[in-house]
Nanobody, 122 residues
C-alpha cells in the first residue's frame, strides 16, 4: 500500500515536498516513480528512481527543478519540487514496479498510491 502526501497550494516559484510512504510490504526492492495527471489530461511520467536509489530519471519538463529520492529505512520516496509553475498543477501519484528499475510507462507499475493534489497559482 502506498500513501502519498504533501500536496497543497503554492505560488509560482515556490516549493513543495511530496512523500510516498509504503506499508504492508517492503518496497525497498521495487523501482519507484511519480506520475501526475492534470485536469482534462492523461496521466504522465514525472520522475523515477532505481531500487538502490543511485539511478534517477526525469521528464524533460521537470528536469533541473524536481528531485526524486528514497529513504529505505523509512520505506518512503520523496519528490522535492522547486521553482513550481502553474503548469505543474496536477494530482501527483506515486507508483511501485516489481520489474522495472526506472520505467516511464504507466503499465510498468504494479502498485499505485491514491494521489495528492498540487495547485500552483500564478
Amino acid at each position: 500500500q502506498l500513501q502519498a502526501s504533501g500536496g497543497g497550494l503554492v505560488q509560482a516559484g515556490g516549493s513543495l515536498r511530496l512523500s510516498c510512504a509504503a506499508s504492508g510490504r517492503t518496497f525497498s526492492s521495487y523501482g519507484m516513480a511519480w506520475f501526475r495527471q492534470a485536469p482534462g489530461k492523461e496521466r504522465e511520467f514525472v520522475a523515477a528512481i532505481s531500487r538502490s536509489g543511485a539511478g534517477t530519471r526525469y521528464a524533460g519538463s521537470v528536469k533541473g527543478r524536481f528531485t526524486i529520492s528514497r529513504d529505505k529505512t523509512k520505506n518512503t520516496v520523496y519528490l522535492q519540487m522547486n521553482t513550481l509553475k502553474p503548469e505543474d498543477t496536477a494530482v501527483y501519484y506515486c507508483a511501485a514496479s516489481t520489474t522495472q528499475a526506472m520505467g516511464m510507462m504507466i503499465e510498468q507499475y504494479d502498485y499505485w498510491g491514491q494521489g495528492t493534489l498540487v495547485t500552483v497559482s500564478s
